[in-house]
């Protein structure tokens, strides 16, 4: 059976313009509307049902389940948020923000008709959330990765595929003694699925690699990053190559570096895992590997939207990771420092 995608791929346009031709809520060009019928035709594409009874009592609004926990770095928080609200529009919706840690909350909004729709961030590996939004009458986009995504849509930056990268980077550079300075603790003891999958590919990439990797913990405030360089510098002192994932942590990790006469690009190399506007506003060129979280939110709305138009089914999409290197890369191994 033909679906709503079926017809936008076969008449070269996106879901929400076979929509809005069946639906007649926005003006489509005619020769767009008739390349959209002709494929509805020759498809024999018929909307659903549940989809046309879903479509008739619309609240046109999407829910954002955004908590702003402890050890979370609101800024990029708010890129992703941004993405999900500029993306709405585009489909004439509004956004609903949760910003509370709160099942009950959630449960408020999936079991009345307050919203079209829901996407949800921060996914823990065992997130007490998803039981409830699978089993909500609302379509819903996870920004994250469950342990069990099985039967859920999600979408993310694929970090195991991140740390890899990272680590082969620096290894393909000649250093043999690799660390990660990541997540806050707190962030760590939730389970948060992007922290996890970061370190698991990390460590298995070092591994193939034959890399020793050391991993510290990291509070994101300027005493929380100088404890993390003082201890790894301490208990590790031959790393020659961080990777910093943790936006909050960055300045204060270059910064605690200058303070101890290391020079970046020259006596370690440095890799950040940021959204690209965080590695370019560091003090030196940043070698990083890009969090898209605006485009991921807006992905995150396309895939809801799709669902609630159609019967798009549930799907992972795991952005692949891309390096771009500047000068905080330097070859290895830059010898024991202290």
Do not use: W
């Amino acid at each position: 059976m033909a679906t709503i995608e079926d017809v936008a791929k076969a008449a070269g346009v996106s879901a929400s313009t076979v929509s809005y031709v069946l639906s007649g809520k926005r003006p489509i060009s005619a020769p767009t509307r008739a390349r959209v019928e002709r494929a509805i035709e020759k498809l024999g594409y018929r909307p659903h049902a549940g989809a046309r009874a879903l479509a008739s009592s619309r609240t046109t609004v999407i829910a954002l389940m955004a908590p702003l926990r402890v050890g979370v770095s609101v800024p990029v928080i708010m890129q992703f948020v941004a993405g999900v609200v500029t993306r709405a529009r585009d489909f004439d919706h509004d956004v609903l923000l949760l910003t509370q840690d709160d099942v009950s909350g959630l449960d408020r909004v999936t079991s009345g008709s307050m919203v079209d729709a829901l996407v949800m961030m921060d996914i823990e590996a065992d997130d007490p959330r998803v039981p409830l939004v699978a089993a909500a009458k609302q379509p819903t986009v996870l920004i994250g990765l469950p342990q069990d995504p099985e039967g859920l849509s999600c979408v993310d930056l694929d970090f195991e595929a991140a740390g890899r990268l990272a680590v082969r980077h620096l290894a393909e550079a000649g250093h043999t003694d690799v660390a990660l300075i990541g997540s806050p603790p707190e962030v760590l003891r939730r389970h948060t699925s992007y922290a996890e999958r970061m370190m698991r590919g990390l460590r298995n990439q070092a591994k193939s690699s034959g890399v020793t990797v050391t991993v510290e913990a990291c509070d994101s405030t300027p005493a929380g990053a100088s404890e993390a360089v003082d201890t790894l510098l301490t208990t590790a002192p031959d790393t020659t190559g961080i990777i910093v994932h943790n936006e909050g942590a960055l300045p204060h990790v270059l910064a605690r570096l200058a303070d101890r006469g290391i020079v970046v690009g020259q006596d370690m190399s440095v890799v950040a895992v940021c959204p690209r506007d965080v590695a370019l506003s560091q003090r030196i060129p940043m070698t990083s590997i890009d969090l898209p979280a605006e485009n991921i939110g807006k992905v995150a709305v396309d895939m809801v939207m799709a669902r609630l138009e159609g019967e798009q089914p549930s799907e992972t999409r795991l952005l692949a990771p891309v390096l771009t290197e500047r000068a905080s890369s330097a070859d290895g191994p830059a010898g024991p420092l202290a």
